[in-house]
């Protein structure tokens, strides 16, 4: 049974650019939520994303997108990327209903 | 809005003590979600352990368990028999809707 799986491991950027982050929930989850983490810091809530749709959102700018597909993988899209968003980037997945999410690996991000 | 504090940022401790790490929450909600989750010098977010805040019964995984007293907002994790491998970040986090909300962490070191 396949846990969370994230692509790709690393990632490096320059200020400006754009990037894809993906994201496949464990086996029987249709629900996806993104964290930001910062170093030394806690995990900060980006977006989820159920049926599709994007159910509930932090305090994260517009550049921040997402897209769930029909098999209920995800993409997080970051656009016009700053050195501020440098971060570990995780995904979660989990059962709606169940309350309970399953990380993946994460994303390493460097934007020089 | 949900607040999460860990008020200790590191704890040491000796192979087969034990320790507790503490964490507090504020909010005005009554039916919410409590975790431990513990991230390794390997990134991956781990649960440790759940606690449904309707249910006055402490959880327990094992050599984890958790002091959950709802009135005082808190919510501490004890861990028994402590082992290398338990040497981790540690956060505590709080579910309410879709959105978990995550403490600072503490770092816990074991030692041999």
């Known amino acids: 049974d396949a846990g969370v799986t994230q692509s790709p491991t690393h990632l490096i950027k320059t200020r400006g650019q754009q990037v894809t982050l993906r994201c496949s929930p464990k086996s029987g989850h249709d629900t996806v939520s993104w964290y930001q983490q910062a170093l030394g810091q806690g995990p900060q809530f980006i977006f989820q994303?159920?049926?599709?749709?994007?159910?509930q959102r932090g305090n994260f700018p517009d550049r921040f997108s997402g897209h769930q597909f029909p098999n209920y993988s995800s993409e997080l899209n970051v656009n016009a990327l700053l050195l501020g968003d440098s971060a570990l980037y995780l995904c979660a997945s989990s059962l709606a209903g169940t309350g309970t999410e399953f990380f993946g690996p994460g994303t390493r991000l460097t934007v020089l | 809005a949900q607040t999460v504090t860990q008020s200790q940022p590191e704890m040491s401790v000796q192979e087969a003590e034990t320790v507790t790490l503490s964490c507090t929450y504020d909010t005005s909600e009554s039916n919410y979600y409590l975790f431990w989750y513990k991230q390794p010098p390997s990134r991956q977010m781990i649960l440790v352990i759940r606690?449904?805040?309707?249910?006055?019964q402490n959880a327990t995984e094992n050599r984890f368990s958790v002091n959950f007293q709802k009135a005082a907002k808190s919510f501490s994790l004890k861990i028994s028999d402590s082992q290398l491998g338990d040497t981790a970040m540690y956060f505590c986090?709080?579910?309410?809707?879709?959105?978990?909300?995550f403490g600072k962490g503490t770092m816990l070191l074991v030692s041999p």
């Open positions: 986090a709080f579910r309410l809707y879709s959105t978990l909300t």
């Open positions: 994303y159920y049926e599709e749709e994007e159910r």
């Open positions: 606690q449904e805040a309707y249910k006055q």
